[in-house]
């Protein structure tokens, strides 16, 4: 009893987050993510709370943990100092570590943002770049935006004069001493075990779920694609 | 003799109109019986159950047997007009062959014989005897006139309130002996003859009344006997009368083994409108005695489902306790017409239904014995432990079926009319108890009991409320409860009991660990306890008078401990008194060794 | 020689105290901050669970206190005060034998909870802000209108731990019911819903009164507390809580949202408790010697309470506390 | 309209909309059973319920979205009962929850 | 004018000069212009100093967000920048992006709640990077620093937020960006129910602020919600609902102070468009979205393409012609030094047929 909930008492948001939670329903009240999907913060933490191993690690393999989108409106309003928001990172970084995240769709779109975002941040030192919204995967950027990918060069030309290049500015290259102070970060500090763990598991369960060669660019554009439609 | 004058005309037409309407309806609704039940009384027809069958018409539809047993006096009434009226027709039908030998005459002529046989000889035999039936059926119309205004005397507290069509026939009957008396007597008065009755009162009416409006009155008198039986006629088959002809061929049907069941059938109308709204039903209705509620009983549900405007409110409402059921002179079964009226009005099939019992199974153990506790019984857990440690006492090696939980036995969703559902429950349950290889199933409760009995298809395995298992093992030694000095009373659940006719072994076993105390209303007419399963109309605060009442009688008894052998029961009483109120199994575990 | 004690306070609890003393053969003196007698009652239209006009229970207050020709300073404020005296803004300073604290509470500023727009829109009051409309018996919208829709939420202010409100106010649940029915009564048509989060009934004949707003009075209580309320441009106000039973966000436009304000310590307590070595609650209320044997008498000898000044209480326990509390302290004058 | 293919919807709000739900079927039930008004939420039905410890039913919450307007999938959900009659026993206010069941599976049953 | 004023009660310490700037990923994605704009309008017309030092990267805020970055990660990736920040001399830093500037409070906050993380983070700098840091001396997002100098940005308008020529005040909706204050409300001016950072430009500009039901909602961002495909139908609904709400009040734009914000209201209204045809601005088409910088600049006068509107989905020409602006409506998709480079194609949402304008330089 109280196995997951003492791994996840180990994360300081965990400690910040979850107090004592009375089910006032304030944080549910204004979530978006409970506007739209089938899902309740305050039933979260309610479950955090009871410290059950076996609902914590359903918890941990459910959708339900991966609908929040972590804009903390929750957060200033708890008359008891909670932060619904923080308890759902702890879950989700639990969840990571212990491999449960593939367990669920949700969960297992954790790759394709750990190869589109995390590779990214390490490849250029920014979480994206305009190379990276491409339209045909970014339709709602509109037509515009077609325009500008189209001639990036010319427009952030206007605005950069480092567009791509060394130097100071938007949009510059950063540094190549810069980046690998970056990845000793991340070494370091645990990012890039982190990034192992979600490549490590999301192949295991791919290769369970019948992709032959693992979690290929195929399972990628999978769980970057495929909604069930079971989450309202 | 021509048999025929302008006064018959009323009664000519009435009687042709009544046997047509009467003919049309038995034949459709013969018609439209199930084919079982039409082999079955082509089966039935040349056995001596057609015998037995006219047996029982003579004693119920003319000497009204059953509600002698009610009461004297209002089975007397009843007779008086039923007997007498038969010993009438009958007699005067003698009377007119002892005149004019076989020969045809028509209807009339035999009703109105005395108006055309005045020419004839007179035989003061039929005379003294048409005289003294007339006085036997006016003795009952008198009475019926008494009950009007003071219907205790016959025993009944409450009685039928009519609606208008029956006031007009319940009227014209009222008046068609008195007229009979009155023409018959001016005939006598003008042509002589006559016993003690139209003979004496013709003959006072010669003395005082001359021969011209004696004869004026003679017509007048005629026309209105003639009018009442026509008027009567014409009401009757659309009025309660009907009840007069159709259990007549009900007997016939019932005696060949015709029966209602949870979906209506056309077998249903000869119960329905074999109902004489005698009101009888009204009186053990507890929603009547003591909540008050008077418009919901056998006598009113079936009226309305008669005529085509029964609510689901009135269908919906009642305890479906049976105590009716227990004193109905007509033995309409009248819960299972509530039931298949609720089926008609709320049963919706519905294949997905349920589809979550795939697969199901969170019972434990093994043995030959299964306990299927039931949910109340599961709410009332000291019943639980002691049927454990009764268990363990005797030795048994049990399966528990339902003890984590398992599906409704189905029959509250039986009773509340969704039949096609209930099946699902049962055909789980079923399943489930063949799958463990039982060959003796108890349960704790008498609503799961009666439902395993009658609807469940358990080849090979006997079905056995904890009272009779208990008994059994007393009997056989392997239970040796010690017997003390507690007083207990019993109260008899309305499942158990007349549901299930189990009276005796909860007794028995109550005489094995103390004494037993018999409250007033005991075994067929015991009490309900009011939380019935079957009605979902009454509130919380309702339940809980009917259950007081209840109590106060049990508690009369003067006995320490109140037992019952039915976890609903018990708490519902537990609810009524602040006394004691124990399961049997509680207290046979409590005097174990 | 009559022995003197200083009631500190001239509310009801106040009031009570001084009534109790003088029937005792003792001189109270009551000195209330305010230009009059009577504290918090003044200006509540009626109390619950009976419906009894406030002003009745004040005016036989006043009346009595009048009549037993107790002696009262009123725009007195004290600024600090030990067991034998109390010392005036005006550096006045009174001496007695001993001293009962009947300072009451402050009620909780909503307008600290902006989520909820108290002050800012309109339509949005307090409970006591009702009250006043109650007895100006002018109750409309802030338009003159009739209210169709009313919501009213429970706890604003109390166990509350943004605004440093950890307690539970303990009378706002029953006003809530009580006005909840009064609105109820004034407008038949209108659709009445009670946001909370525990309805704390426990008094006598509340649960029973709770009951009949349910069953009676068919108004809604939805279990889930209010998250923001803002503003429509029809002038309503929009609220948006969970409604925690079907664990589904709940949004709805109301004529009227009605905050029942809870039960705040006194600001000053804290001066007062340091300058006389009184202990205080974390609620910031005064702390009784001991909850239990000596809930009227503080850690200091000669210094009592009574009433709402340890923490929230109803006006009949108020009453009944100020009459221990006027025995506890003419006791220990006597002594 | 709909050229583009977006590989999305726009999600529906699942938020009890009290301005937009039509009450009128709610106030039928509560006027023919006006004690259901008297729940107190304490869930004790919910928690004996026999059907509930098998599926996900829940009358507490089935009941109390009807009462909010929301009839979207409540026969369904009803459906799921077994009329046991349990809830009925253990509920502390009395309320005839059979009854509610019936009521709420007749009154929306087209739903 | 709204009676909002709470907001004094929030006050925080903006420092007056001399500032590190850390750009955002987003707003340097997509109003690169925006970025320009507030460098210049701070060194150029309020004469401050600003160091944009090439050495610094991303917060990696939105990989922290989307959980795949740890919290030890971006802690020790914050304490870089600030190990930058101090190895160029300057102690306040100020940031471009709102999820950044909620790290960096959440950050600062943990170390100051938790010290032992302050402690594990300064061992993981100096073993990967052999840095050491101090704390800033202040911290704020770029959008306080432009409050803090609104009424001096009021003195130089060229323009303000009227209707030149109704002279009306030009209705305007306010977007705050959830990371800004909800975390810490503290850390925002006016707090989280009622941020004061927008309104206080508007109100000194001339605009009136308008308050609608679902001001604090969410834009719908919400990270993975966004950058997952498959999620997308949340993101659009919240913009959606928020769209909704605002429509009746016909507010002549929206501003926010979040980069992402601002590209979500944009783009969505472009998304709903073409999904259901519905569009929220006056006469069919869209809600000009600004960003706080692009408000400055019209207020001060800057060219609007060299704000870089152009780069919007909606078109901000209604707008222009209310506030009185001119500009070169050729001009709007021309290259650096007037180079043609083609158009978008028209949408929904578009007010102004591209075709007429640029057909003549073709």
Known sequence: MGKYFDMLMEDVRMREGLHACMNCGVCTGVCPAAEFYNYDPRQIVSIVQTRDDDAIEALLKSDTIWYCGECMSCRPRCPRGNTPGYVIQALRTLSQKLGFFVESEKGRQQLALKRIIGENILRTGYCLVPRLIKPELHPEQGTVWQWIYDNDREVYGQFSPVYMRHGAGALRRIDEESLDEIRRIFDVSGGSEMFETIEKHSDRKAREMGYEEGADQQYMMDVFCNNSNEHY | ?????????????????????????????????????????????????????????????????????????????????????????????????????????????????????????????????????????????????????????????????????????????????????????????????????????GGWMAEHIGVMPLMTLESVAWWFYSSCLGLFFVALPFSRYMHIFTEIPLIFLRRYGVRSSEKESSYDRFQVEACSRCGICIDPCQLQSVLGINDVQSVYFLRDRRYGHLRLQVADNCLMCGRCVERCPVNIDLNTLRLNSRDRMRNVPDERRYGYFKGLDRSSGEGKVGYFAGCMTLLTPRTLTAMSTIFEAAGEEVWWADREGGVCCGRPLKLAGETDSARKMMKYNADLF?????????????????????DYDLPGVEVLHHSEYILRLIRAGRLTPERGTTRFTYHDPCELGRGSGIYDEPRAVIEAVGQLLEPASTRENALCCGSSVANTAISDGQQVQIARAVAGELEATGADVIVTACPLCKKAIGRGTKGEVRDLAEIVAGALK | MKKRIIVIGGGVAGMQTALRLAEQGVEPVIVEKEPELGGKLRGWHVLFPSFTPAEEVLTALRRRVNESGIEVLTSAEVVGLEPRSVRLADGRELHGDSVVVATGFTLFDASIKEEYGYGIYDNVLTSADLERMFNEGRVARADGTAPRRIAFLHCVGSRDEKVCQQHCSKVCCITGVKQAMEMKKLFPEADVFNFYMDIRMFGPGYEEMYREAQQKYNIHFVRGRISEAAPTIDGRVQIKAEDTLTGRPLRMSVDMLVLLIGMRANDDNARLAEGAGLNRASSGFMAPRDLFLGNVCSNVGGIFYAGAVTAPKSIGETLNEATAAADAAAKYAEA | MAAIHFGYTISKPRAIDLDRNNLRKSDEILREMPELQTCIGCGACTAICTAGNLTSFNFRKVHTLVRRGEYQGAYEEMNKCMLCGKCRLVCPRGINTRGVVMLIKRKLGDF | MMKRRSWQEYQKEIADDRYYYARSCIRQNFFPGSEKAFIDILQNDLGKELLDDPKHSSCTGIGYHSDIVPLETIMTVVARQFSLMNEAGYENFVTSCITSFGIYCEVLSTWNEFPETEEKTRENLLKATGREFRKPASLAHTSDVMFHFRDQIAA???????????????????????????????????????????????????????????????????????????????????????????????????????????????????????????????????????????????????????????????????????????YDPAAKYLGRNGKYIGKPASAVVNCCPTDTIYDIRE
């Open chain 5, 156 to 326: 130089r308008a060229k323009h303000r937020l009227v209707n030149a020529v109704t002279g009306e005040p030009l209705k305007v909706v306010e977007h705050i960006g959830c990371h800004y204050a909800k975390i810490f409300p503290k850390s925002g001016i006016g707090g989280s129910e009622f941020p004061y950072v927008l309104a206080g430009m508007i109100e000194s500009w001339g605009g009136e602020v308008v308050d609608y039901p679902e001001r604090r909602h969410c834009c719908g961002f919400g990270f993975r919600n966004y950058l997952v495909q498959a999620n997308r139908g949340y993101s659009i609904a919240n913009s959606h609902k928020k769209l909704e709400s605002m429509a009746p009040y016909k507010p002549d734009f929206i501003v926010a102070n979040c980069p992402g914000c601002a590209m979500f209201l944009d783009k969505w209204q472009y998304t709903i468009a073409e999904m259901e045809g519905t569009t929220y601005g006056q006469n069919g088409h869209g809600i000009p979205v600004l960003t706080y910088e692009e408000m400055a600049g019209l207020v001060l006068g800057y060219d609007p393409w060299a704000l870089g509107l152009q780069m919007h989905q909606v078109d901000v020409e209604p707008l222009l012609d209310k506030m009185g602006i001119e």
């Open chain 2, 434 to 454: 063949r799958k463990h290889g039982i060959t003796t199933l108890v349960t704790s409760c008498p609503i799961c009991l009666k439902v395993f009995r009658e």
């Open chain 2, 1 to 201: 003799m021509t048999f025929y004058a302008p006064f018959c005309l009323p009664f000519i037409l009435g009687a042709a109109l009544m046997f047509l309407i009467v003919a049309w309806k038995w034949g459709k609704w013969l018609w439209l019986l199930p084919h079982e039940d039409k082999m079955r009384i082509l089966r039935g027809l040349p056995t001596r159950r057609t015998v037995a069958a006219i047996g029982e018409v003579v004693s119920e539809s003319l000497l009204h047997r059953r509600i002698f047993r009610v009461n004297p006096l209002l089975g007397y009434m009843h007779m008086s007009l039923a007997f007498g009226w038969f010993l009438l027709i009958l007699t005067g039908w003698i009377e007119t062959v002892a005149h004019i030998g076989f020969r045809y005459v028509p209807l009339q002529g035999h009703v109105f014989f005395k108006y055309f046989a005045t020419g004839l000889e007179h035989k003061p035999v039929f005379d003294f005897l048409m005289d003294l039936f007339l006085l036997f059926v006016l003795s009952g119309v008198a009475l019926a006139w008494g009950k009007r205004f003071y219907s205790r005397a016959m025993g009944m507290h409450r009685t039928t309130k009519h609606v208008l069509g029956d006031r007009i026939a319940l009227s014209a009957l009222w008046f068609i002996f008195p007229a009979r008396l009155l023409a018959e007597s001016t005939t006598c008065a003008l042509y002589g003859g006559g016993s003690f009755l139209t003979g004496s009162l």
